[in-house]
């Protein structure tokens, strides 16, 4: 299946291999969707992050017992995404394992309280389109920051409490490493980092990885928060590590291409961050701002800010969203129609909804597949020829699916579009 070039050479990111580091640390990359960084000690294994399913635990834990048979005896999660946290039964092998984060250790997706009303239906719909999850390993090529083929089988069900949990600064000792974790907060706000001096390597979590940052889920999530971000990259860049091992794609050695590289990460976020602001002072909608936003072309030329995983335009709304709320300051916005209503006064207007219709089939014929979809979205709020508009919806999302380079956004696309047809 067609898919954008960029996005299938990002995959290069994540050819499986286990990592040597330095003598004894090694980072397990292309495995899952997030990487296990693993510390052999004298007589046991440090682990930080354990990924997303039991079997690609599992599998991980089988190569790696070619390198050392020693029992695991603690496991570090950088932070609470399902990702990282959701194969620690099987490193901990049946044994009393120590199992520490942060804190502040929890998200959107761990603790969330069921007694309260939740979106959880509609949550997991999203994150299934995002992921692509029962898509063919055909369709999903790649999840921008991780593998498209990975195992899926034990998804989210190997996790563990938490035993230890630090606050903002601790320097521990385990199996003869000693190792600083410390707070910083960036895709969520119980990021921890941890250092390991003596040869220089900092595993910073999701805080950065070969890819523009997700600073907006279109899965759902609560707002991040772009400044703490940016101001995390300047905590990384103090440590002056030598060898970069992130929770996603391949490690970054040497202490200068790291620097540049948390840098740049820093200066492209607080960029989307003071465009939106010029744009909100200016009056301007968040659709507007998002669709003329764009990075400078030194930032924008630089293989590890690709829109392969988060993308600038729903960065930017996102923060609109999280510093004004909803409204977008357009009178008109505070009363607007249900969309089944504004699409039978639209249709009307148009004359019709066979002429929208017809408009809808040229727009696919040529190629302006968002406008199809605008068109169709208004035939099917309105119930008027909804089976033909399903059809171009689905077509346009497919046309736009080959086009675009954001992983999360193509497999939104496509599953929607599975949706739409069966």
């Known amino acids: 299946?067609?898919?954008?070039?960029?996005?299938?050479?990002?995959?290069?990111?994540?050819?499986?291999?286990?990592?040597?580091?330095?003598?004894?640390?090694?980072?397990?990359?292309?495995?899952?969707?997030?990487?296990?960084?693993?510390?052999?000690?004298?007589?046991?294994?440090?682990?930080?992050?354990?990924?997303?399913?039991?079997?690609?635990?599992?599998?991980?834990?089988?190569?790696?017992?070619?390198?050392?048979?020693?029992?695991?005896?603690?496991?570090?999660?950088?932070?609470?995404?399902?990702d990282h946290i959701s194969g620690a039964t099987v490193f901990a092998e049946g044994r009393d394992v120590e199992i520490i984060a942060a804190d502040n250790f929890a998200s959107d997706l761990v603790d969330v309280d069921t007694s309260r009303p939740v979106p959880n239906v509609a949550l997991m719909a999203r994150t299934k389109r995002q992921f692509g999850i029962s898509l063919s390993p055909e369709e999903r090529v790649s999840l921008g920051v991780g593998p498209g083929d990975r195992p899926m089988k034990g998804m989210g069900a190997g996790y563990l409490e938490p035993t230890l949990r630090i606050g903002e600064t601790t320097v521990i000792t385990r199996e003869g490493y000693d190792l600083k974790l410390a707070k910083a907060p960036g895709e969520t706000p119980d990021h921890l980092i941890v250092w390991y001096s003596q040869d220089r390597i900092l595993f910073s979590g999701d805080n950065f990885y070969h890819a523009f940052p997700n600073l907006y889920a279109i899965r759902g999530t609560p707002y991040r928060d772009f400044e703490s971000w940016a101001d995390t990259m300047d905590q990384l860049l103090a440590y002056k590590p030598e060898i970069l091992a992130p929770g996603h794609t391949n490690p970054i050695r040497g202490a200068a291409a790291i620097a540049t590289a948390l840098t740049d990460y820093r200066d492209a976020i607080r960029h989307v961050v003071a465009e939106t602001v010029k744009g909100i002072n200016a009056g301007l909608d968040p659709v507007t701002i998002a669709a003329g936003l764009k990075l400078p072309e030194e930032l924008a030329a630089k293989p590890y800010l690709q829109e392969f995983y988060g993308t600038v335009a729903y960065a930017s709304r996102a923060y609109f969203a999280g510093k004004?709320?909803?409204?977008?300051?357009?009178?008109?916005?505070?009363?607007?129609?249900?969309?089944?209503?504004?699409?039978?006064?639209?249709?009307?207007?148009?004359?019709?909804?066979?002429?929208?219709?017809?408009?809808?089939?040229?727009?696919?014929?040529?190629?302006?597949?968002?406008?199809?979809?605008?068109?169709?979205?208004?035939?099917?709020?309105?119930?008027?020829?909804?089976?033909?508009?399903?059809?171009?919806?689905?077509?346009?999302?497919?046309?736009?699916?080959?086009?675009?380079?954001?992983?999360?956004?193509?497999?939104?696309?496509?599953?929607?579009?599975?949706?739409?047809?069966?």
Request: glycine share 8%; with cysteine; net charge negative.
């Open 324 to 422: 004004l709320g909803w409204f977008d300051g357009n009178p008109t916005s505070l009363g607007q129609l249900p969309p089944s209503v504004e699409a039978g006064k639209f249709l009307s207007l148009a004359g019709g909804a066979k002429h929208v219709l017809s408009a809808a089939e040229d727009a696919v014929e040529g190629g302006d597949f968002q406008w199809a979809m605008e068109l169709a979205d208004r035939l099917i709020a309105a119930d008027e020829c909804s089976a033909a508009a399903r059809q171009i919806k689905a077509t346009a999302l497919r046309g736009l699916a080959d086009q675009t380079i954001n992983a999360p956004t193509r497999n939104y696309y496509l599953l929607s579009a599975r949706e739409l047809t069966e």
């Open 1 to 82: 299946m067609a898919a954008h070039p960029n996005l299938i050479a990002q995959n290069a990111q994540f050819t499986k291999r286990i990592h040597e580091l330095a003598p004894g640390v090694y980072t397990a990359v292309g495995y899952a969707a997030s990487n296990v960084h693993l510390l052999v000690g004298n007589e046991g294994i440090v682990v930080i992050d354990t990924t997303e399913t039991t079997q690609a635990a599992e599998n991980i834990l089988s190569d790696f017992r070619e390198i050392s048979a020693l029992p695991v005896t603690t496991i570090i999660y950088t932070h609470s995404h399902r």
